[in-house]
T-cell receptor
Framework: QQQVKQSPQSLIVQKGGISIINCAYE??????FPWYQQFPGKGPALLIA?????SEKKEGRFTISFNKSAKQFSLHIMDSQPGDSATYFC???????????FGAGTRLAVHP | DVKVTQSSRYLVKRTGEKVFLECVQD?????MFWYRQDPGLGLRLIYF???????EKGDIPEGYSVSREKKERFSLILESASTNQTSMYLC???????????FGSGTRLTVV
């Protein structure tokens, strides 16, 4: 019930392409869905987040798409750059549980 | 910017040793968290704290304890280190549980 399932585990994209990472959840009490970006040797950093009252949120080249009925959300990285190469984690928060539940992570490599 | 500082980047300890991992945040955040990060498993919550001297178990508390004597400091304790506790440990803090966490850079612990 508290799991967040993330796919794919790894992703290779050519420079300029679109990177897409998907997450699914079961618990309908989740009400906040952030994405974190982690570079080697660093802790995860908040990238973008969405609440279930909207279906899409865009910040620069990064977009979250949210499908409440399917209980799925995804991160799209437009015009992917080598500097986007990192591990990406989706997460979900329920106020009732008071903690973030993370997906397993996606290692993205953007090739020049 | 909030800064979360973990005292050690790398630690090597022997099986059976008592290990202390220290974390300090500088922005007066109420909430602090300890996660461990393992490949393919994402980030798993060990313990968290809403306030001084307050703690709650996360998803994998076995073999760990915590201490929060001051608001800015949250310590993770491995009472008797074992090889299966070899991992990356990440500390995080947040102003509100509704918002993103700020992570430290992590401590990579190896138990031999």
């Amino acid at each position: 019930q508290q799991q967040v399932k993330q796919s794919p585990q790894s992703l290779i994209v050519q420079k300029g392409g679109i990177s897409i990472i998907n997450c699914a959840y079961e618990n309908t009490a989740f009400d906040y869905f952030p994405w974190y970006q982690q570079f080697p040797g660093k802790g995860p950093a908040l990238l973008i987040a969405i609440r279930p009252d909207v279906s899409e949120k865009k910040e620069g080249r990064f977009t979250i798409s949210f499908n409440k009925s399917a209980k799925q959300f995804s991160l799209h990285i437009m015009d992917s750059q080598p500097g986007d190469s990192a591990t990406y984690f989706c997460a979900a928060l329920s106020g009732g549980y008071n903690k973030l539940i993370f997906g397993a992570g996606t290692r993205l490599a953007v090739h020049p | 910017d909030v800064k979360v500082t973990q005292s050690s980047r790398y630690l090597v300890k022997r099986t059976g040793e008592k290990v202390f991992l220290e974390c300090v945040q500088d922005m007066d955040h109420e909430n602090m968290f300890w996660y461990r990060q393992d490949p393919g498993l994402g980030l798993r919550l060990i313990y968290f704290s809403y306030d001084v001297k307050m703690k709650e178990k996360g998803d994998i508390p076995e073999g760990y304890s915590v201490s929060r004597e001051k608001k800015e400091r949250f310590s993770l304790i491995l009472e008797s280190a074992s090889t299966n506790q070899t991992s990356m440990y990440l500390c995080a803090s947040s102003l509100s549980l509704d918002y993103g966490y700020t992570f430290g850079s992590g401590t990579r612990l190896t138990v031999v």
